[in-house]
C-alpha cells in the first residue's frame, strides 16, 4: 500500500508498504531515513523514539498506514536551535558510547525540555526511563540531560 | 479490498464509529489496532498475522471522555498520558495504574481499550477498574451492550467481545473515596506487573473494592477480604487502622490469588507479595480518608 505523510517537514510518499509493517521500518527501508535505531522492535528500548504529530512514539509501535496523512519528526529533523543543543549537550558531556541509543535519547530528551525547561533528576530519570543505554553511560546522559536544559534556559 | 494474498493483511482506516463497527461485522477476524503497543510486537516478530488490520487510532469518538452522572466513560482510545494528567482526580486508581504502564512513549500510545481487549491477567488497567466496579462497553452492528468487567474476562487473554464486536468505551464510577495502586516488578519502568493489587473504598457506602493482577488466569477480584475491611473498618471513628485486621486483609487478598509459578516469578512469591501489598495500600487509604 501507499503512504503519504509529512516527515521533517516535507512531503514524502512510501509504496509498497507492507500493510503489518513498522512506521520504524518505512522510515528507515523506504525513506532512508536511518537516524532512528532498530533494536528492540518491542517498545523497551526507546532507540527508535520520534514524534507522531507532537507526541513522543517508539516508531517500532506504530504501523506505518496509522501514520498516513500525519505529521512525523525524526532525529534528522531536530535541526531547530533546541534540537541541536540537545545534539551538542551529548557531544560535550560525553554521553556518547557505541551511540546506538543516542538518537532516541536525543529525541526523548528534546520532548522532556519541550515540556518542562527545568526538570528535576527524577524527572530526568522518569522521561528516559524508557531509552536503554547498554553501554550503561547513564550518569554521562543525566550530565548531558542537565547540560542542554541549563543552555536552554540560559 | 476483498481479495488479498495469504499473507498480506488488508489495513482498514475507519474514520467513525459506525464505519468501525461495519468493518468489523465484515471481517470478524479482523484485529483491531490503536496504540500498537501489543499488537505491533506479534507482527514485528511475525507470531501472528492478521488478514486485516483495523486501525481504530482515526476514530474521533473513541478518543473522547466525559462524564456521565456519578461515572466517567472514558473512551477506549483515550491513552494512558490523557488518563493520568486529565482524570487523576476523578479516576485516581485508574490514573495511578496508567502511571506504572511502560514508559513515556507506551503511555503516550497505549489506550485503555486495547489492555482491555489484550485482557493480559497482568493488564495494570484491570484490577482498579474491578476495585471500582467499572462497566465495559461493547458495541457492534447489532447494539451496544454494557459487560461489568468482573463478567468481561473469560480466560487468559479472552474476553467476553463477540467476534463481530469492539470495545467502544469503560464506565468507570467517579472517585468515592481514597484509591490506591501497587505493582510489583524489576524496575519502575517497562515492566510486566509480578502481580498488582487496586484497592478503592467508598466512604458513604463504606464498602471496599478489590482487584487484583497477574496473579491468576484474569484479573480477580477478593471478596472476602472486601467484606472483612467492610465490616471491620472504624469509619465512624476513624480511628487508626488495626494491625491485625491489615494482616488479615492482606492474608485474604493473598488468598483469593489463582497464581501459578513463571517467568516473572513463583506462585509463593506472587501470594506473598500480594498480602503485602494489600496491607500497604489499604493502612495507605486509609491515612488518606483519617486526614480528609
Known sequence: ?154 | MTTTALDTPVFLRPTTLAEALAAKAAHPDAAPITGGTDIMVELNFDVRRPAVLLDLSEVAELRTWERDGDRVRVGAAVTYTRIVHELADELPGLALAARTVGSPQIRNRGTVGGNLGAASPAGDCHPPLLATGADVEVAGVRGTRLVPVAEFFTGVKRTALAADELVTAVLVPRKRGPQQFAKIGTRNAMVIAVCSFALALDTSARTVGTGIGSAGPTPLRAPQAQELAAAELPWESRDDIDVRLATRFGELVAAAARPIDDVRGTAAYRRLALAVLARRCLRWAWQEYRCA
Not at chain 1, 518505512?26 to 514524534?51: D, F, H, P, V, W
Not at chain 1, 506505518?64 to 545534539?87: F, I, M, N, P, S
Not at chain 1, 522521561?127 to 542537565?146: M, P, Q, S
Request: hydrophobic fraction near 40%.
Open chain 1, 1 to 154: 500500500m501507499r503512504v503519504t505523510l509529512t516527515v521533517n517537514d516535507e512531503a514524502r510518499v512510501a509504496d509498497d508498504v507492507w500493510p503489518g509493517e513498522s512506521l520504524l521500518s518505512m522510515l528507515r527501508e523506504r525513506l532512508g531515513l536511518t537516524g532512528s535505531k532498530n533494536a528492540c522492535e518491542q517498545g523497551e528500548c526507546g532507540s527508535c523514539s520520534i514524534y507522531l504529530d507532537d507526541t513522543l512514539v517508539c516508531s517500532c509501535l506504530v504501523a506505518a498506514g496509522q501514520a498516513e496523512g500525519h505529521r512525523v519528526r525524526t532525529v534528522e529533523g531536530l535541526t531547530d536551535g533546541d534540537g541541536d543543543a540537545v545534539k551538542a549537550a551529548f557531544v560535550e558531556a560525553g554521553a556518547v558510547q557505541c551511540g546506538f541509543c543516542t538518537p532516541g535519547l536525543v529525541v526523548s530528551t528534546h520532548a522532556l525540555l519541550d515540556r518542562d525547561a527545568d526538570p528535576t533528576d527524577p524527572d530526568i530519570r522518569e522521561a528516559l526511563a524508557g531509552n536503554l543505554c547498554r553501554c550503561t553511560g547513564y550518569e554521562k546522559i543525566l550530565d548531558a540531560v542537565r547540560l542542554a536544559a541549563e543552555r536552554r534556559r540560559a
